[in-house]
């Protein structure tokens, strides 16, 4: 999609379809209004004859309306002025841009973006917008051998705002919008693709075309480097398979040399078949989606490098399947990690952790600023928190709380759960240092504490995406999360080196 920002009367803009807003009860908005006036009560006629109410959802598509430049005008209900919140702007957006691609034009210009939206302003709506219209078109198509073609498909949106010392503001956030846009679209397209195509070799592919396409320097370990570095509990998941292990590492460099990195480790189980401890058979097709952390770093690079941020990022990503097979790891085997830290493997499903542990170990090596893994780790974090919000835990309250306000600024949230260290006798182990499971209660914190224990030396904090990275049932897929939060973690990040001391302070 083409996006483009704007500034202009609505009744004067030559183009297939001007979009504006009409309130609950029959209220017009005031672009609405502008668009009325010209239109000689066009518009409030049709309010007065009850054909469009202003409910949420709804919409209407008017043709040559008199004194309008546009070859269409389409009403969109936002529901009562009173309530209208960020979920009813989102929402407004979304059935515009679907409607628009309904519709035979190839181009759009909305005017919701002016609508005031409670302690948001023009460049958050502007980010947002270009943000839901992609999120609103998204297909994943590429496996159907007949595609469903739109007529005429839209091919270009203006976003317009009320005032023109607003356009600058406005400009940069739609082109934060797209790069975020972009490497949603990167993580959906990667976490949709099948395990017997996203494959671990797949995802360090998908890194060395970043890498080619933004000057990102890439380095893929295998089976036999892993081994020389001690990465045993990463390669005792992989025992069970006969796709070979992964373990990529993809650095872009916005700042100088001597700038500390920011590394993000995402977990890429390409399949999870839970191992010799197997998952039952309903849904274990979703398990594809166990590498939604590793798409979720690769779309955050991606975006990062078309922001071109003044960070030094580096992306790390283990990936494997975890398969049975007759040289799997069973239940009870004990595994040296490369921290020397010893693993009693309990349950074969709790690879997650056994991937990432090395990971970290490995990262300590950069000197990062701070790390942050993303995964879908466990299964206890969809039943505390559902699919609203991914999970927090942090050895560091600073960076969880940059993590937390992104995630709000971004409509991608989290929610910090905590990791007390009475949650570490869970894990004990008769035979080795650490058990991979501590028991049912609290399995989101019991994992996160595995992890911690390979963190000491880290400022580092852990998202679990079980929840939020994909939709089940009809709307099947990958949603893309948690790209905006981290998009947003690193754009903060970089305007707090552009500013020092502007508002972090890292405990
Ligand atoms: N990939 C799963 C977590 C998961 C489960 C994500 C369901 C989304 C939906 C992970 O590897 C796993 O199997 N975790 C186990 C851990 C348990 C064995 C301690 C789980 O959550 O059941
Ligand atoms: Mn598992
Ligand atoms: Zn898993």
Known sequence: MEFSIKSGSPEKQRTACVVVGVFEPRKLSSAAEVVDAAASHYLSDILRRGDMEGKSGSSLLLHAVPGVEADRVLLIGLGKEREFREKGYRAALTTAVRQLNETGGFDGTIYLTELPVRKRDAAWRVRQAAMIAEEALYRFDRLKSKKDEVRRPLRKLTFCVSRRNELALAEQALAQGQAIATGVELAKDLGNLPGNICTPGHLADQARQLAKEH?????????????????????????????????????????????????????????????????????????????????????????????????????????????????????????????GQTVEILNTDAEGRLILCDALTYVERFDPECVVDIATLTGACVIALGHVSSGLLANNDGIARELLDAGHEAHDRAWQLPLWDDYQEQLKSNFADMANIGGRPAGTITAACFLARFAEKLCWAHLDI?????RSGKEKGATGRPVPLLSHFLIERARDRAKPGARRKAA
């Open 215 to 339: 000057g990102l320097a890439v380095d893929v370990l295998d089976r036999a480097d892993m081994e020389k570095l001690g990465m045993n509990t990463l390669l005792s998941v992989a025992r069970g398979s006969h796709e070979p292990p992964k373990f990529i590492v993809l650095r872009y460099a916005g700042a100088d040399v001597g700038i500390k990195p920011i590394v993000l480790v995402g977990k890429g189980i390409t399949f999870d078949s839970g191992g010799i401890s197997l998952k039952p058979g309903p849904e274990m097709d979703e398990m594809k989606y166990d590498m939604c952390g590793a798409a979720s770093v690769l779309g955050t690079l991606k975006a990062a490098a078309l922001m071109k941020l003044p960070l030094n990022v580096i992306g790390v990503i283990p990936s494997t399947e975890n398969m049975p097979g007759g040289s799997a790891t069973k239940p009870g085997d004990v595994i040296t990690s490369m921290s």
């Open 466 to 470: 079980a929840g939020t990275a994909w």
